[in-house]
Nanobody, 115 residues
Framework: QVRLVESGGGLVQPGGSLRLSCAASGSLFANFPMAWYRQAPGKEREVVAR???????TYRDSVKGRFTISRDNAKETVSLQMDNLKPEDAAVYYC?????????WGQGTQVTVSS
């Protein structure tokens, strides 16, 4: 059974940084792409960043140059370093693992950006 557990959310001022982490278990972690999604109140869930099994990364335009996704296959973790945070980055952030046609999700971690 796949389990994803996020941590690292919190309250930060605009311009600040946070690092989110996701610990995975129950899968052949290194074999599958991982991603971070976010969902703000009243909005649809959207992909923030992806990292493939081979380490290739993609980002949504609004976070390019500010966010960095990385993975540690030995520790079965995926991280999202978020710098220069903006109020519009505030959302619940979810860790995702895609196994072929099946998506697995963590419970989410809240990120609040406010002065």
């Amino acid at each position: 059974q796949v389990r994803l557990v996020e941590s690292g959310g919190g309250l930060v001022q605009p311009g600040g940084s946070l690092r989110l982490s996701c610990a995975a278990s129950g899968s052949l972690f290194a074999n599958f792409p991982m991603a971070w999604y976010r969902q703000a109140p009243g909005k649809e869930r959207e992909v923030v960043a992806r990292i493939g099994a081979g380490g290739g990364t993609t980002y949504r335009d609004s976070v390019k140059g500010r966010f960095t996704i990385s993975r540690d296959n030995a520790k079965e973790t995926v991280s999202l370093q978020m710098d220069n945070l903006k109020p519009e980055d505030a959302a619940v952030y979810y860790c995702n693992q895609r196994q072929y046609a099946t998506d697995y999700w963590g419970q989410g971690t809240q990120v609040t950006v406010s002065s």
